[in-house]
């Protein structure tokens, strides 16, 4: 049974920089694709990062330059390091996972089947 486990979400002010981490575990993809997405209360959710099997990352204009996704697979850990974080990016993160031999789904949300419980992040002014 896979599954992904969020965490290093937190309280930060405007300016400051946080790095969340996904744990993966009970899946043998052969073709893993990663993805981050966000979520607000009463909003839709959102594509972040996304990584694919070759190290390929793809960004959300609204994160380019201050958001880095990478991952740790010897150890089957997805990261996506945050800088310069602003209120705007207070949501609850979510972490996503699927077997991607057909392709590379990117921050298209509907083509990941399996995803975490989500990190609270939170940035004052």
């Known amino acids: 049974q896979v599954q992904l486990v969020e965490s290093g979400g937190g309280s930060v002010q405007a300016g400051g920089s946080l790095r969340l981490s996904c744990a993966a575990s009970?899946?043998?993809?052969?073709?893993?694709?990663m993805g981050w997405f966000r979520q607000a209360p009463g909003k839709e959710r959102e594509g972040v990062a996304a990584i694919d099997s070759t190290g390929s990352t793809s960004y959300a204009d609204s994160v380019k330059g201050r958001f880095t996704i990478s991952k740790d697979n010897a150890n089957n850990i997805l990261y996506l390091h945050m800088i310069s974080l602003n209120p705007d990016d207070s949501d609850m993160y979510y972490c996503a996972a699927v077997n991607c031999p057909w392709g590379r789904p990117g921050l298209r949300q509907v083509l990941y089947d399996y995803w975490g419980q989500g990190t609270q992040v939170t940035v004052s002014s």
């Open positions: 009970g899946y043998r993809f052969s073709r893993p694709c």
